[in-house]
Nanobody, 122 residues
Framework: QVQLVEFGGGLVQSGDSLRLSCAAS????????MGWFRQAPGKEREFVTG????????DYANSVKGRFTISRDNAKNTVYLQMNTLKPEDTAVYSC???????????????WGQGTQVTVSS
């Protein structure tokens, strides 16, 4: 059983940067693909970015490509999401998730954090 806890959400202004962290415990972190998803009010949860177990492959949603960067530190059991040039439409609850297989859909992920709120004001 893997437990995931996100840190780093908050209220920022348009154009600002924010870095989210997700700390994992209870499993072998280096075995898992890690993903970040977000859900805005009234919308479905959507894939933001993912990174494979070794960190050698990453994928991004088109809406964040070039602005967001995912990384991981397997020695620290942590995955990061660096978000630059934030826009009001990035406002959402951001959740990290872990999966034993690669995927872009929520159903592919086995474990989820509780989420952290990111609010971008215009």
């Amino acid at each position: 059983q893997v437990q995931l806890v996100e840190f780093g959400g908050g209220l920022v202004q348009s154009g600002d940067s924010l870095r989210l962290s997700c700390a994992a415990s209870g499993g072998t972190f280096s075995r898992y693909t890690m993903g970040w998803f977000r859900q805005a009010p009234g919308k479905e949860r959507e894939f933001v970015t993912g990174i494979n177990s070794s960190g050698g492959y990453v994928d991004y949603a088109n809406s964040v490509k070039g602005r967001f960067t995912i990384s991981r530190d397997n020695a620290k059991n942590t995955v990061y999401l660096q978000m630059n040039t934030l826009k009001p439409e990035d406002t959402a609850v951001y959740s990290c998730a872990a999966a034993l297989k690669w995927g872009r859909y929520p159903a592919a992920f086995d474990y989820w954090g509780q989420g952290t709120q990111v609010t971008v004001s215009s």
